[in-house]
């Protein structure tokens, strides 16, 4: 198997892994808690820090999520917003525009961005609340759709040895290196193992995610009640 997938996004837009988590949640966060959205600064970290449906689990601190939507917004691939009587921005993806992408293709790019490579049934199973794919075969056709865009913003992997599935992963980072593992990937993306000393901190961030967590599942049930009301 070769190391790396031929046809990577463009070069000159290649984005930095924070910049992929930014989007990911943004796109997320738009289909799961859309009264919530667009997301302040605060929301974002603690979606870009969530410990569940992430893969890798990052740490990322304020200034590096706001310097990150700095960049993302001089590529115009996000919005920053100041609504009337606001005290805080809050901040949009492009995505849907800029790629001109219908929902079922931005469902299945959010979730290669937040949870790596994966197979077409994964993805269906991962994506039931950015949207209801009727079958794998939908999500296969969305999956080429993405390969056939020029650039390209998905690529197939060749089966590995011993599987039945071929998996799919995004390009928005330029090829990918299969030879790199992703536990390397989640060093460089995080801040290493914390020390003793740091412990607290950790546990901090954690319940802050956690407590995002609550708030998103909070509004969900709000909106589900409001349909029978």
């Known amino acids: 198997m070769e190391d790396n997938i031929p046809g990577s996004f463009d070069p000159a837009s290649d984005l930095d892994p924070f910049e992929i988590r930014v989007l990911g949640v943004l796109a997320e966060k738009e289909a799961l808690t859309p009264d919530n959205y667009p997301l302040t600064l605060n ?45 805080v921005v809050k901040y949009e993806h492009r995505m849907r525009i800029k790629w ?5 293709k931005v469902a299945i790019l959010t979730v290669l961005m937040l949870r790596g490579l994966q197979t077409a049934g994964e993805i269906r199973s991962r994506s039931g609340r950015l949207y209801d794919f009727k079958s794998v075969s939908d999500v296969e056709a969305g999956l080429q759709f ?29 090829a990918i290196n299969l030879a790199r593992d992703d536990s390397a990937f989640g060093a460089a993306s ?40």
């Open 43 to 87: 929301a974002l970290m603690n979606g870009c820090n969530q410990l569940s449906s992430r893969d890798p689990v990052m740490q990322l601190p304020e200034d590096v999520v706001h310097d990150t939507l700095q960049r993302l917004m001089q590529r115009k691939l996000v919005n920053g917003i100041t609504q009337a009587g606001a005290r």
């Open 146 to 174: 993405l390969i056939d865009k020029y650039p390209p913003l998905v690529a197939r992997l060749e089966r590995a040895p011993g599987t039945k599935e071929s998996r799919y992963g995004h390009l928005l980072g330029g």
């Open 100 to 104: 001109s992408l219908e929902q079922d």
């Open 190 to 229: 995080a801040p290493s193992a914390p020390s003793s000393g740091s412990r607290v901190a950790q546990l901090e961030q954690e319940v802050a995610s956690l407590r995002a967590e609550v708030d998103e599942l909070k509004a969900q049930f709000a909106a589900f009640r409001q349909q029978f009301e």
